[in-house]
């Protein structure tokens, strides 16, 4: 197990060490909740700068190490369902698709099929880590006495409810969307792996 991989892993485990913290109702731990998605998020980047430095790229790596990204981004999503700030229904197309894009490309790996990851994809991840940072942020914002006595104006405006239901809703339309791009992308695939499916049946 190489280390690139190893840090994907840590990735893994690091994500209900987050979920636990941030859904504790305490201002210290809610503060190291986002210590900890920080540290996974770094992990993310060095092992990625790992395996193409040191050309440690492996087929496990290729598969978990988006899997991990979709794994925490989730995990921030549906905290943020539960604590309040983002409606379910939507949340629930963003894990859906990714979900119904990972169970392709597991059933693609096992037939030896390589799927092609657009650029609108990956476009689609940075809008929402990006998105989950500034939730995170004014989260963590919003449960600092010191912050909320001093600066409360401003995290209002920055945490202002239409402001986060209309992104969020332009981050599912485009999340279904790529989803939707993704399978048009990658149809003749989808044929050729279904139709192995069936022959095996």
Known sequence: MILPNQL???RIILTPVF?????SKDSTLIQISFIVYLIAAITDWYDGWLA????????????????????LTSACFIG????GILPLWMVLLVILRDLIVTLLRILSDNKG?????????????LLQMVFVYYLLVGYVLQNTPYFVSNYNE???IMM???LIFSVMLIITLITVHSGISYLKVNSELLKKIFNETDKLV
Request: net charge positive; glycine share 2%; hydrophobic share 50%.
């Open 8 to 10: 994907t892993i840590f």
């Open 80 to 83: 943020f369902v539960i604590v």
């Open 19 to 23: 979920l636990v913290l941030f859904l």
């Open 113 to 125: 099929i390589s799927f092609k990851t657009t650029y609108y994809a990956k476009w689609k991840t």
């Open 52 to 71: 193409r430095k040191f050309n440690y790229i492996t087929d496990w790596g290729k598969f978990w190490d988006p899997l991990a990204d979709k794994i």
């Open 154 to 156: 401003y995290i209002l």
């Open 160 to 162: 202002n409810e239409k």
